[in-house]
């Protein structure tokens, strides 16, 4: 009798507990879905279907993600699935990425899905009945689309739609078309026989975007991710009139761009108002290398995290999360692969994301989810830091002991080592940026242009362009002249933008060099105020140094992150970026005097829990300090009090 008292009362502590499970589950739910209704006011969360798919995925493969994730992800927030690029595409012999004349056009020259692929698509339905099965499932739908109009309708010299009143595009006593729209000589950088730039000065390039953005609401999309329109690709004209299209709908859509090549922080601020995300990198993969690329920059748009966006709030998107089973960039096929990342590299990635309050798009294929990855992108305490820490920043006063037992202050961003060799690269960044403003004429007659010598960052020798067509006879011609530029007198090559390719995050944007052409990439114009302007994307190009091939790198040493919770708490995240095992260690003291008073560490006592290991530390007065696996994270959570 007594045994089976206590099964019932086992039974009953077990309905009761999980009672209080689903209940927290559910208010969390509500909670989420509450702050979604007020725009972006949390980063995102879902799942994007290129790191499994890259350009191929069907309507099937789809809409299975998407139940998987309604039942699994969903409740913690994953709200959002995407489609991502080339849904428009036929998948036949010769389709690849960058293949021209296989796309799904209509008669206004928009992008329309392959009814191979989606077949519920046919008759003009577009996206609109998988949006429906999507909303059914409680989820928003989201889609990729680039910036422009298609070589393809261009080519074809489709007519203009007019949205607002019907039929084709009319002013001047005409129909507009196409070709008077795009502008050939501004094809996107890493797509150049997709895609080129509309000219948003002309009442018809406006109509035709508006055209475009209210063809996707009526299909009932929730997510844009506007691609090759934002780094390298800056086009803050169409950003700012998608911007304003979007506003007008009697619906909130959520706004993406991307890529983010060369970002700094004043491009950040010139279109953080304008979006609900913003690209910071390039595209993120399975390496240590481009993990390891986004400390810098996470660090230097913290202050950015939560700005005023569209309708909402703003966030600095660090890319998706490449885990789980995935396939490869610019591939022909769907999932074939394990994550390349250890599970310690993945724990870095998914705490850096998440306290450095970027986006949670995950990547890999949900149908393959294994219980290691689904616990780590559903992990309660990084999900909370992810939606409801504040005060994030980049925290540089701490030390380390590799196995050694040296000891070493650590300032993430100053180098260490002493012999240090330092070059530049030729990058792009925004005009507004007080550095743009340091080239000057040096040779009139060979249209020498040189990096200002006083320059703070000048390299050892002076860095020098010359204009391929030097036949100006004043300085005065030179900087109102369009340039086309060579690394020296005698070379056949001129310098482009950037590289011809999507660049991955662990790379850097330089000018790329490559036969001379009349394209915008490969135009420059010099400002009498000392800015070197490219004519494809409107951002100058300057000079960053670059730690040279066999100085100290980026990839080692130790980071930290912290912030604080609704509840009080405080989170302190150390990365160890090094190949060895390192113990690291911070002052309370230190901590609380770059909160600024925000918290009452000062002179309390605190228990810390570590989330990774499990183990529980404190109470300490002092320091917390823990030996931190090879590129893995330690994240302690701070619970501080008065005596």
């Known amino acids: 009798m007594i045994r089976h008292a206590l099964e019932r009362t086992g039974t009953t502590l077990r309905s009761t507990l999980f009672f209080f499970l689903l209940l927290d589950l559910s208010i969390y739910s509500i909670s989420i879905n509450a702050r979604s209704n007020e725009h972006a006011s949390f980063p995102p969360r879902g799942w994007n279907s290129y790191d499994s798919f890259c350009w191929t995925i069907s309507e099937a493969e789809f809409l299975q993600s998407a139940e998987t994730i309604s039942k699994r992800l969903l409740p913690h927030g994953y709200q959002y699935v995407v489609v991502d690029y080339l849904w428009y595409r036929k998948k036949v012999q010769g389709a690849y990425v960058d293949s021209l004349g296989f796309d799904v056009i209509d008669e206004w020259g928009r992008m329309h899905p392959d009814p191979a692929r989606w077949p519920s698509s046919k008759g003009g339905k577009g996206f609109t009945q998988v949006a429906e099965k999507v909303h059914g499932m409680g989820l928003k739908f989201g889609i990729h689309v680039m910036g422009g109009i298609s070589t393809q309708a261009y080519n074809a010299n489709t ?18 078309r196409a070709k008077e729209i795009g502008m050939k000589e501004k094809a996107c950088v890493w797509m150049p026989h997709g895609f080129m730039s509309v000219n948003t000065k002309l ?22 991710k506007h691609d090759c329109v934002f780094g390298d ?27 983010g090549t060369s970002v700094t922080p004043t491009m950040a601020k010139e279109v953080s108002q304008l979006v609900n995300m ?85 990547g890999g294929d949900v149908r393959k989810l294994d219980d290691a990855t689904y616990n ?52 792009l960044t925004s005009c507004k940026e007080p550095k743009a403003n340091t080239w000057s004429v040096v040779d009139e007659k060979s249209g020498k242009i040189c990096w200002n010598q006083y320059s703070s960052e000048k390299p050892e020798k002076p860095f020098c362009l010359y204009n391929r067509k030097a036949l100006l006879a004043s300085s005065e011609e030179l900087y109102q002249g369009k340039l086309h530029l060579q690394t020296n007198d005698k070379a056949e090559s001129c310098l482009g933008a950037s590289s011809r390719k999507k660049l991955t ?48 790198s980026s990839s080692s040493g130790v980071r930290s992150w912290i912030a604080t919770g609704r509840r009080g708490e405080v989170y302190v995240a150390f990365f160890n970026l090094n190949p060895v095992k390192t113990t690291v260690s911070a002052k309370i003291s230190d901590i609380a005097k770059a909160l600024q008073n925000k918290t009452h560490l000062e002179g309390a006592s605190c228990k810390s829990h570590e989330i990774w290991s499990g183990k529980d530390f404190g109470p300490t007065k002092d320091s917390i300090t823990i030996q931190v696996e090879s590129h893995g994270p330690a994240l302690f959570v701070l619970q501080c009090s008065h005596a």
């Open 505 to 552: 995050s662990k790379e850097y944007s330089r000018g790329a060099l490559s036969p001379c052409k009349l394209d915008a990439n490969q135009m420059w114009e010099l400002h009498s105020n000392g800015t070197l302007e490219n004519s494809y994307s409107g951002l100058c190009a300057v000079l960053n140094p670059v730690k040279a091939a066999g100085a100290s």
């Open 278 to 362: 913003y690209r910071i990198t390039g595209d993120d993969w399975d390496t240590w290398r481009d993990v390891v690329a986004h400390f810098d920059i996470s660090r230097d748009l913290s202050g950015m995290i939560g700005a005023q966006g569209l309708q909402g709030k703003s966030w600095p998107d660090l890319d998706m999360l490449p885990l789980g089973w995935l396939t490869d960039p610019g591939s022909n096929f769907g999932p074939h692969r394990a994550c390349n990342l250890t599970m310690e590299e993945q724990k870095t990635q998914m705490t850096l994301w998440s306290i450095a309050k970027s986006p949670l798009m995950f």
């Open 159 to 176: 007519l203009v739609m007019d949205s607002v009143k019907g039929g084709a595009y009319e002013e001047a006593g005409r129909q507009w």
């Open 203 to 224: 009442g018809a390039g406006k109509a035709f975007l508006r055209s475009l953005y209210r063809k996707y609401a009526e299909w009932g999309v929730d997510f844009i």
């Open 233 to 259: 690709d800056f086009n803050l004209d169409e950003i700012t009139i998608v911007s304003e299209v979007l506003k007008e709908l009697d619906r909130p859509v959520l706004y993406s761009i991307s890529p």
């Open 376 to 427: 780590l992108i559903t992990n309660p305490t990084l999900l909370e830091i992810n939606s409801y820490s504040s005060n994030n920043m980049e925290f540089p006063y701490i030390t380390m002991a590799r196995v050694s037992g040296e000891k070493h202050n650590i300032h993430p961003h100053v180098l260490t080592g002493n012999n240090v060799s330092t070059r530049h690269a030729f990058v």
